[in-house]
């Protein structure tokens, strides 16, 4: 299976939709991303049918939580079978340290990432809840502890991802939503990039939702986001 840099958002409120829009999908050219909504309506039904279909399943639930609930929570999605899977870093070192070591160290185990700072974030909500200084700094901050914890990287904007990559080497993922395709809807994302200039910045795996998923073809749309980043 080529490894896919395209992540389609499947965010959909039941599991026919989202198994309807996967029909249409190849493996071999995107993996998935289930969010809190499908997951909490669905459970882990969706995500064993789209994985025994062959999909790498991004499993996006963003635990923050107790070290000990977090590290059950990640083990449980291990068990599913999931590709990717994500906590938040502001839940601290040792809950992360904790997720670490619940997925294992098995050659088919689970990428753990960090979420950093919501790309739906803007400065004027940052400062609402009392964080300091800019958003970009607190991103490079969270990222260097999610990279000691044993992180396999982090999402960010793809507005931070060229800093992100300084600090970091290849190895760390940098996962980014809020990417949109030239001339599409910005959204209720604020941090947005296009495909292309994404991975230039430094990006291994783009987030992409209604772009593709709203589509009238949606594996049309898929080739035509592939096309830009080769053009």
Request: hydrophobic share 40%.
């Amino acid at each position: 299976m080529s490894d896919s840099k395209i992540i389609v958002a499947l965010d959909y409120p039941a599991t026919d939709a989202a198994i309807a829009l996967a029909d249409q999908l190849d493996p071999d050219r995107c993996k998935l991303k289930i969010g809190k909504e499908l997951f909490t309506r669905s459970g882990p039904k969706t995500v064993e049918l789209l994985v025994q279909q062959g999909f790498d399943v991004f499993l996006d639930l963003k635990y923050h939580d107790i070290p000990t609930t977090v590290a059950k929570a990640c083990a449980a999605a291990t068990d599913l079978g999931v590709w990717m899977m994500n906590v938040h870093t502001l839940g601290g070192a040792a809950m992360m340290r904790a997720a670490r070591d619940a997925i294992g160290n098995a050659s088919d185990r689970p990428l753990l990432i960090g979420v950093t700072l919501l790309t739906s974030m803007d400065q004027q909500t940052f400062d609402q809840i009392g964080l300091q200084g800019t958003i970009s700094d607190t991103v490079l901050r969270l990222a260097k502890l999610a990279d000691s914890s044993g992180l396999d990287g982090v999402v960010c904007s793809a507005q931070e991802a060229s800093r992100l990559r300084v600090q970091h080497d290849d190895a760390f993922q940098l996962i980014t939503p809020g990417i949109r395709p030239a001339n599409s809807e910005q959204g209720d994302q604020h941090r947005t990039m296009t495909p292309s200039e994404a991975l230039v910045a430094g990006s291994n795996y783009l987030v992409i939702g209604r772009p593709i998923t709203a589509a009238k073809d949606p594996m049309l749309a898929l080739q035509e986001i592939e096309n830009s980043l080769t053009s």
